[in-house]
């Protein structure tokens, strides 16, 4: 599966994002799709999945901020992200994987990337 991640970009504190990840050559339903994060200077982290099943999970940080989605019409999953802080800056990669629900937030587990899009949280 090709994954294109997009929807990157400049926004207040505050304000709001939404990441796609268009899948393509493979249906995005037999994958768990994750978004991972990396901030400049640190290791790349994991932020959210939508499981092949239509299970969600959130890391801590954004939790009640950002909402995962999926599109099968559009063989695509979504990144809602309301409330963005400075913390929040770093270019975000959605990943696809076919792990066990319980490890889809370990980054070597994910078997294919897409490129990243840059979010960047300022005034």
């Known amino acids: 599966v090709q994954l294109q991640a997009s929807g990157g970009g400049l926004v207040q504190p505050g304000g709001s994002l939404t990441l796609s990840c268009a899948a393509s050559g493979s249906n995005v339903r037999t994958y768990t799709i994750t978004w991972f994060r990396q901030a400049p200077g640190k290791e790349r982290e994991f932020v959210a999945a939508?499981?092949?099943?239509?299970?969600?999970k959130y890391s801590d940080p954004v939790k009640g901020r950002f909402t995962v989605s999926r599109d099968t019409a559009k063989n695509s999953v979504y990144l809602q992200m309301n409330g963005l802080n400075s913390e929040d800056t770093a270019v975000y990669y959605c990943?696809?994987?076919?792990?066990?629900?319980?490890?889809?937030?370990?980054?070597?587990?994910?078997?294919?990337w897409g490129q990243g899009t840059q979010v960047t949280v300022s005034s």
């Open positions: 939508f499981g092949w099943s239509g299970n969600r």
């Open positions: 990943a696809a994987t076919t792990t066990i629900w319980g490890r889809v937030t370990e980054e070597n587990v994910q078997r294919y």
